[in-house]
């Protein structure tokens, strides 16, 4: 029979510990009819790129399937701790049986198998990934370290990706579909308020920034102190050029304030001789362009 080395966190969920030492233990596959097999609701993975599964389908009707999946008995046949997609794949590439490993295992060890294989992988969405780290820690009484050895990342990376849960459901769906990366929600989530945080994501979105641009329009944000009396500063056009007037003159002196006539008043605290220099040019190109 064939047998498959695990991951190193999954190898040490299947280690038989002694006083003196831990010894891994082999695991053999047999084929199992996929009719006798079901999907986990524990699956920490909610979306299935198809487009992925029909690839894979494809690889398993030439090179057959080349790991198999993890499997616990259950009444009447078995059910998915590892491997949902290779079983859904291999559905599709019309094979009737998948090779399996079959191990007893309770409800809570394999839910937390299934969260800890899926976590190890690259293929989950960022809003996924984080989901998992927070369950292994509220499900199982896990730490961020014990989390981050359980799946083979830093401590600081598992942190960070638990930042993403702070996310209102609007944004967060941006990254969760692809629209936003990881980077634009680190941004996004210096911006306190709600409401323009999701404004700066649904617009960041629209206008395809660049994370360095959603940082600098962020931070301009971020650092404006709350207006007095009924001016709101929501304005995003004027965030804009005042983030672009901070890179473009190397200085972050620089403000831009909505007045209640529907003017703008413009602040710019320049460094030196030479930063005044080139914002009274910046001013007489301006001008020029006009005549």
Same mark, same amino acid.
């Given at each position: 029979?064939?047998?498959?080395?695990?991951?190193?966190?999954?190898?040490?969920?299947?280690?038989?510990?002694?006083?003196?030492?831990?010894?891994?233990?082999?695991?053999?596959?047999?084929?199992?009819?996929?009719?006798?097999? *079901?999907?986990? %609701?524990?699956?920490?993975?909610? $979306?299935?790129?198809?487009? &992925?599964?029909?690839?894979? +389908? #494809? @690889?398993? =009707?030439?090179?057959?399937?080349?790991?198999?999946?993890?499997?616990?008995?259950?009444?009447?046949?078995?059910?998915?701790?590892?491997?949902?997609?290779?079983?859904?794949?291999?559905?599709?590439?019309?094979?009737?049986?998948?090779?399996?490993?079959?191990?007893?295992?309770?409800?809570?060890?394999?839910?937390?198998?299934?969260?800890?294989?899926?976590?190890?992988?690259?293929?989950?969405?960022?809003?996924?990934?984080?989901?998992?780290?927070?369950?292994?820690?509220?499900?199982?009484?896990?730490?961020?370290?014990?989390?981050?050895?359980?799946?083979?990342?830093?401590?600081?990376?598992?942190?960070?990706?638990?930042?993403?849960?702070?996310?209102?459901?609007?944004?967060? *769906?941006?990254? %969760?579909?692809?629209?936003?990366? $990881?980077?634009?929600?680190? &941004?996004?989530?210096?911006? +306190? #308020? @709600?409401? =323009?945080?999701?404004?700066?994501?649904?617009?960041?979105?629209?206008?395809?920034?660049?994370?360095?641009?959603?940082?600098?329009?962020?931070?301009?944000?971020?650092?404006?102190?709350?207006?007095?009396?009924?001016?709101?500063?929501?304005?995003?056009?004027?965030?804009?050029?005042?983030?672009?007037?901070?890179?473009?003159?190397?200085?972050?002196?620089?403000?831009?304030?909505?007045?209640?006539?529907?003017?703008?008043?413009?602040?710019?605290?320049?460094?030196?001789?030479?930063?005044?220099?080139?914002?009274?040019?910046?001013?007489?190109?301006?001008?020029?362009?006009?005549?």
């Amino acid at each position: 029979m064939a047998k498959k080395r695990l991951g190193k966190g999954m190898d040490a969920l299947f280690f038989e510990a002694s006083d003196d030492e831990q010894k891994e233990t082999e695991v053999s596959t047999s084929d199992i009819r996929l009719s006798e097999i *079901e999907p986990s %609701r524990d699956q920490p993975r909610k $979306t299935f790129d198809q487009q &992925a599964i029909s690839a894979l +389908a #494809d @690889s398993i =009707r030439e090179h057959g399937v080349l790991q198999p999946i993890l499997v616990r008995p259950i009444a009447g046949g078995y059910k998915i701790i590892a491997g949902e997609r290779r079983w859904r794949a291999a559905k599709e590439a019309g094979l009737t049986e998948i090779p399996a490993i079959v191990k007893e295992l309770g409800d809570a060890q394999a839910a937390q198998i299934a969260l800890i294989e899926n976590l190890q992988r690259e293929d989950l969405n960022p809003i996924e990934e984080a989901q998992g780290y927070d369950r292994l820690m509220k499900a199982f009484d896990m730490t961020q370290e014990q989390v981050s050895q359980a799946v083979g990342k830093s401590r600081p990376a598992v942190a960070n990706s638990l930042r993403l849960l702070k996310l209102d459901e609007k944004t967060a *769906e941006f990254v %969760r579909n692809g629209e936003l990366s $990881t980077g634009h929600a680190k &941004a996004l989530l210096s911006v +306190a #308020d @709600s409401v =323009r945080r999701y404004e700066l994501a649904k617009e960041a979105v629209q206008k395809g920034y660049t994370v360095r641009q959603t940082e600098r329009i962020a931070a301009a944000i971020s650092e404006k102190p709350k207006p007095t009396g009924r001016i709101k500063f929501d304005d995003t056009y004027a965030m804009e050029i005042e983030a672009a007037l901070v890179e473009h003159l190397g200085s972050g002196a620089v403000s831009v304030r909505p007045k209640k006539s529907g003017e703008y008043q413009l602040t710019v605290k320049l460094s030196d001789k030479e930063h005044l220099k080139r914002f009274a040019q910046m001013c007489i190109d301006y001008t020029d362009s006009k005549k």
